[in-house]
Every structure is written in C-alpha cells, then in structure tokens.
C-alpha cells in the first residue's frame, strides 16, 4: 500500500523498539532540539533513538529560525505552538509504539546523518 510507513528496510528504524527505547525516543520531541540533544547523547548504539534524536533536532532547528523570522507578529508565536503540539503528538505516537516520521526531515536525516 502507497500510505504505508517507510520500515527498516527503506533506512529508517522500525517501531520494534523496547519500552525503554520507546519512553527516550518519546522524550526526544519534548523540547525538540534541546531533548533530541540529551537523547542523542544517551543513544548509545540504538539506531531507533538516533533517528528520532536527530529528526527532533533537525525539525525543533528548522522550527526555531521559522519562529524568529517570523516573530514580528503574533504568527511566529502561533506557528510555533502548533509545531511544538505537532511533535507532542509524534511523541504520544512512538510512547504508544507507532511510527512518527516529519515529511522531508526523515527523509534528510535517514540519508545524511544516521548512516
């Protein structure tokens, strides 16, 4: 099916993570780039953490520079509520063990930087 998550065999991790994994992972998005930081840290081997360190990291920078750029009205302010939700979300879905993966950033950081 075309709708279907990309798995382990396209280069992004499956979701067959342990419960810890799962929790760390869920962690990464909470304050985007400042968690997925810690956790990237604390990763050790697990290429499931490192995807989703590095995709908060990514996304929460991206996020950041939207936001400053824009903070000459209240749109920044509001754009930036609605993507800290968005990855919220994200994380409610990797703690309940589902994929969670932000169009064009997975695939960025899938080819250049968890290789």
């Known amino acids: 099916m075309a709708d279907q998550a990309p798995t ?3 280069g ?3 979701v067959g993570a342990t419960d810890d994994e799962r929790l760390k992972g869920a962690i990464a998005y909470v304050l985007t780039w400042l968690t997925g930081i810690l956790i990237l840290v604390m990763a ?3 290429r499931f953490l490192k995807f ?3 995709q908060s990291i990514v996304y929460g920078v991206i996020l950041t520079i939207v936001c400053v750029l824009l903070s000459f009205r209240c749109i920044g302010t509001i754009i930036g509520l609605l993507g800290w939700l968005y990855v ?3 994380a409610y879905l990797i703690y ?3 994929p969670f993966y932000i169009p064009v950033v997975a695939d960025f950081v ?3 930087l968890t290789k």
């Open 8 to 10: 382990a065999s396209a």
């Open 12 to 14: 992004i991790p499956d």
């Open 44 to 46: 050790g081997e697990s």
């Open 52 to 54: 989703h360190a590095w």
């Open 88 to 90: 919220l979300y994200g």
């Open 96 to 98: 309940t063990g589902k």
């Open 110 to 112: 899938k080819n250049n």
